[in-house]
């Protein structure tokens, strides 16, 4: 025997929990679909182009699986990354995540000029003699001075 079809309304059924009585979109109070506003623009990178000239307005993500990537590179034109851009073409921030290297990299643009030098993320993974603190932070030697980074900008 086939089941037979009926509704109820969602304020008889319990354990819904409070997803199942929200609108579907993109206003105020409503649940957002699958791609609504997804984790920004999807990009590409252009290798022929810096990445400084590819800036694009808002946040998105951009992959290049394959070298050779664009002269102002992190890691150089032989490298691949991941770019992250935040921000306008007059002023941004980019970050890089290396696509087989276990390195990050930001960089920050001016309102009035290009793009700073690239800065690459210490880590106990690309820093020799780097090791974890308790505070959640690095310490490493560098020339006889102890370096501390925390998340919260304290010295362990």
Same mark, same amino acid.
């Given at each position: 025997k086939a089941p037979s079809s009926h509704t109820h309304a969602s304020s008889e059924i319990t354990g819904l929990g409070t997803a199942a009585a929200r609108n579907?979109?993109?206003g105020a109070g409503n649940v957002m679909e699958v791609g609504a506003f997804g984790l920004g623009a999807s990009l590409s990178i252009n290798p022929a182009i810096t990445l400084q000239a590819q800036q694009p307005?808002?946040?998105?993500?951009a992959t290049r699986g394959? *070298?050779?990537?664009?002269?102002? *590179?992190?890691?150089?034109?032989?490298?691949? *990354?991941?770019?992250?851009?935040?921000?306008?073409?007059s002023w941004?921030?980019?970050? *890089?995540?290396?696509? #087989?290297a276990n390195e990050v990299a930001f960089r920050n643009?001016?309102?009035?000029?290009?793009? #700073?030098?690239?800065?690459?993320?210490?880590?106990?993974g690309n820093f020799p003699n780097a090791s974890p603190t308790a505070a959640g932070g690095v310490k490493t030697r560098l020339a006889g001075t102890v370096? #501390?980074?925390?998340?919260?900008?304290?010295?362990?």
């Open positions: 579907v979109g993109t307005s808002g946040f998105g993500v394959s *070298a050779p990537m664009p002269s102002d *590179a992190p890691w150089g034109t032989s490298s691949i *990354a991941k770019i992250v851009y935040i921000g306008e073409p941004g921030t980019q970050v *890089a995540f290396g696509y #087989y643009k001016p309102s009035d000029g290009d793009y #700073y030098s690239w800065n690459n993320f210490i880590h106990t370096l #501390y980074m925390t998340s919260n900008g304290t010295n362990p």
